[in-house]
């Protein structure tokens, strides 16, 4: 399970770390800054590749860029729009909470951060980002599977001596070669026992 952290501050950087790898959480990231949680999350213009984080820790006091913005341009990544940004502040105003949740953020804790508290938030938006996980999964296979089916409609004119099918083209072709190139059928040839006995039988 990865964290990113994201504070100016080394202490609450190191105290996060102990809470969380109390908590059983091993591969956790660390940022300094918004410009620095950016370049760790392959954002940051230089060419790197995302990388996956299933959570992300993010203060809101910051020099430079704060973490409503910074939770903003994170959940505008495509390859982010589903990670939860729990919120890290010492504030608790109504206008602020209002800015982070329509910046994209999950959830928010307050400082100074409590460890049942924390640890419940992030139980609560990982399994939020599982879900969500699992959503796009399905569609994604729903998707494919649509991809692949093709449904013959309408009248199809044929021969009624030889069986040949006219095409859109105005030619005719085989039933077997029609139906190949409209759908995603394929044919395995054999003999059925009536031809079998009216033409094959001594």
Request: proline share 3%.
């Amino acid at each position: 399970m990865s964290v990113l952290v994201v504070d100016d501050t080394l202490e609450v950087r190191e105290m996060l770390s102990v809470l969380l790898e109390s908590a059983g959480y091993r591969d956790i990231l660390f940022a300094e800054s918004a410009e620095a949680a950016f370049e760790r999350l392959g954002m940051g213009g230089s060419g790197a590749a995302p990388v996956d984080v299933d959570v992300i820790l993010m203060d809101v006091n910051m020099p430079g860029l704060d973490g409503v913005e910074a939770c903003r341009r994170i959940k505008a990544a495509e390859h982010y729009c589903d990670t939860p940004i729990i919120m890290v502040t010492a504030m608790s105003e109504a206008g602020f909470l209002e800015a982070a949740f329509a910046a994209g953020a999950a959830d928010y804790v307050t400082k100074p951060i409590n460890r049942v508290e924390l640890l419940a938030r992030m139980r609560s938006a990982l399994k939020l980002k599982r879900e969500m996980d699992r959503r796009k999964a399905r569609e994604q296979e729903l998707e494919q599977a649509l991809r692949e089916v093709k449904v013959l409609q309408g009248l199809l004119p044929i021969c009624s001596h030889c069986k040949k099918i006219r095409n859109d083209q105005n030619q005719w072709q085989p039933v077997e070669s029609y139906i190949t190139a409209h759908s995603a059928v394929d044919f395995s040839h054999g003999i059925c026992p009536e031809c079998l006995d009216k033409h094959y039988s001594k």
